[in-house]
């Protein structure tokens, strides 16, 4: 039993190094993949060990997903935000450092999470019920104070949350998608970005081989607190995701500098992705696809079960960050070997290629009116935060209609 656990721990951090660094491939996929398998892995092993392999491939995955997002602009739902200011490190030869961050925030909320695990579960089963029926409205004052707040572009800042929130709403009614979210956020925060480098011809120098990393112990601390504070809120919400606490959790820390950012939203799903094991031991819910999916194995998570999963969460979390380390000094190595403007192109003609395999003609349709909404914003001059509308809108009509 314990030899297939140590097999299963490592298998899950090898299909999550391949999850995290191919765009489009997500977690949820390949634990779907599992559980339609399970029927002949059953014969071999045990629904516990499954879900080692589940929970460490999705630990694995939310530290490494940092690599396509902020040096190719290939973002899933999680690191959709950190595609701006990590472009920006990566223009001013820091893509490594970049990475850094996220992976500082990543393993403080991971270690944070795990401290503060008694904490979480116990608050759960006494608030559950009531936040639940505020998150609509907790959501709607978080937006309003977004567009409000910059008072010059307010009227463009609501513009461009209804644009992405109404293509949002267009795109969840399709109940023949595939893989909504990959056209969608693509073409919002990657597409958009990759086409603004081109038309601004910009070209990625050569990366600085000593980074010195610039934020402070404070804005440190201040990141990965609030980003361990809203992965609990998205954790045990029903429809609060990580896009959304990362809304939330911005708003919460104020200004922290691109760095702060990156430290804040690259630890969220990290977070998020453990205490979420909280919420299925203390109230028997999932609120992420892996999550699902063992408590699908499973049945029911046990204390024994939990504490397992909260070990091997840690294990994960150390290989991984190591891992994303080191294969960030590769992608930084390489990326400068490569004609900008080729890479740029190669890397939209793979991910229309992959729209296009996922979802045919609409899925295109898809990826080129999103491009066009966050192009939009971009020659506006607004925040690519507000176009997580095409999340945080059905949402909220999901709470208060």
Known sequence: MYGQIVIALFLGIFCGIFTGLAPGIHVNLVSLLVLSSSGLLLQYTSPIVLGVFIISLAIVHTFL??????YLGAPDEGQALNVLPGHRLLLRGEGH?????????????????????????????????FVQHIIGYLLIVIVGYMILRDKEKKFHNLLAFLLAGCLGLLVFSISSLHQPLFPLLSGLFGFSILLMSLLQKSFIPAQKEKQTLTISSKNTMKAVSAGTGVGFIAAFLPGFGSSQAAILATNIVGDISDEGFLVLVGGINTANMLISIATAYALDKARNGAIVIVNELMGVV?????????GVSIVAGAVGALLTLVLSRVFSKVIVKVNYTYMIWSIMVFITLLTFYFDGFLGLIILFTSTAIGLMTSVWGVGKNHLMGCLVLPVILYFVM
Do not use: K
Request: include cysteine; charged fraction near 5%; hydrophobic fraction near 70%.
């Open 65 to 70: 997903d940092a690599l396509p997002s902020i």
């Open 97 to 129: 450092a970049a990475v850094v961050y996220t992976v500082i925030g990543a393993l403080g909320c991971l270690l944070l999470g795990a401290l503060f695990f008694p904490f979480f579960i116990w608050s759960m089963t006494f608030l559950a019920l």
């Open 302 to 310: 046990d204390f024994n079960a939990m504490m397992l999963f909260l």
